[in-house]
């Protein structure tokens, strides 16, 4: 299975940014569907943003005109751009290769925190 390693979290304030990156191992990543997922304390993991191979991109409501997904194939990275960050956007997130209906397929990483307070 690909290898994949989360990184960009830390301490933002409320309306801040961040860019969380996922790189990815092998020589055929650009054909992997790559999701963004989360999970808050005593919360189920979400996705919370996907991309396709060919760079179509999915988001749950709740990150919609404020976190964007995209992918660099020469780099073996998907990025998340999360903008105007809210409490409610702290959590661990984590990556991982998805099928076609947003179910993730390899074993978890170690993720990134992202922590959202003043």
């Known amino acids: 299975q690909v290898q994949l390693v989360e990184s960009g979290g830390g301490l933002v304030q409320p309306g801040g940014s961040l860019r969380l990156s996922c790189v990815g191992s092998?020589?055929?990543?650009?054909?992997?569907?790559i999701g963004w997922f989360r999970q808050a304390p005593g919360k189920q993991r979400d996705l919370v943003a996907y991309i396709s191979n060919n760079s179509k991109t999915t988001y749950a409501d709740s990150v919609k005109g404020r976190f964007t997904i995209s992918r660099d194939n020469a780099k073996n990275t998907v990025y998340l751009q999360m903008t105007s960050l809210k409490p409610e956007d702290t959590a661990a997130y984590y990556c991982n290769r998805i099928t076609s209906e947003g179910e993730p397929i390899n074993d978890w990483g170690q993720g990134t925190q992202v922590t959202v307070s003043s």
């Open positions: 092998g020589r055929i990543f650009s054909i992997y569907w």
